[in-house]
T-cell receptor, first 114, second 112 residues
């Protein structure tokens, strides 16, 4: 069965510090991978998605970036965090291809920028 | 432009009764719809999905209905249980895209 991991679970970072959140998926190959953010009391905002190694599509042009160095690894980064980057970050995966299918989420990372 | 809308931010239902959560969409290209349940500080859990070639899909206590002409879908939970208390998100996608558009969620509270 497939499993998705995210770490860390919680993170408190000062403004201006760098960020690196990691997500890995087990039990599948060539998945489509996604990063979402949920701000307090809000819905899920798609940040990035990737359909293959090294391929990244950005939905929200901010000071965040994403990378996919391996097939089942997805990394969310920032060089300098802003207060507005606080939120709950979720990684998700679904089977590769363009036919819609179920999308499965990781446990999330709570980021607080102080 | 919010393409997927959940107009009820909250809903309270008595245990054992039916919970009905609603979702409206505007993009006629959407052909695949999903419902998720989310507890605080956890990732959303996939509940049930439906393709636009169907108008109903059932899985245990959960049934999703799709009305394409009205661009409306609903999730029915019968019978409702206290453990169903959570935020429910609907999401939509379509063939040829990799993206999912989520609604803002409805908080369901099942009263014992």
């Amino acid at each position: 069965s497939q499993t998705i991991h995210q770490w860390p679970a919680t993170l408190v970072q000062p403004v201006g510090s760098p960020l690196s959140l990691e997500c890995t998926v087990e039990g599948t190959s060539n998945p489509n991978l996604y990063w979402y953010r949920q701000a307090a009391g809000r819905g899920l905002q798609l940040l990035f998605y990737s359909v293959g190694i090294g391929q990244i599509s950005s939905e929200v042009p901010q000071n965040l970036s994403a990378s996919r160095p391996q097939d089942r690894q997805f990394i969310l980064s920032s060089k300098k965090l802003l207060l507005s980057d606080s939120g709950f970050y979720l990684c998700a995966w679904r089977s590769g291809g363009t036919v819609p299918s179920e999308q499965y989420f990781g446990p999330g990372t709570r980021l607080t920028v102080t | 432009d919010q393409q997927v809308k959940q107009n009820s931010p909250s809903l309270s239902v008595q245990e054992g009764r039916i919970s009905i959560l609603n979702c409206d969409y505007t993009n006629s290209m959407f052909d695949y719809f999903l419902w998720y349940k989310k507890y605080p500080a956890e990732g959303p859990t996939f509940l049930i999905s439906i393709s636009s070639i169907k108008d109903k899909n059932e899985d245990g206590r959960f049934t999703v209905f799709l009305n394409k002409s009205a661009k409306h879908l609903s999730l029915h939970i019968v019978p409702s249980q206290p453990g169903d208390s959570a935020v429910y998100f609907c999401a939509a996608s379509h063939s040829g895209t990799y993206k999912y558009i989520f609604g803002t969620g409805t908080r369901l509270k099942v009263l014992a």
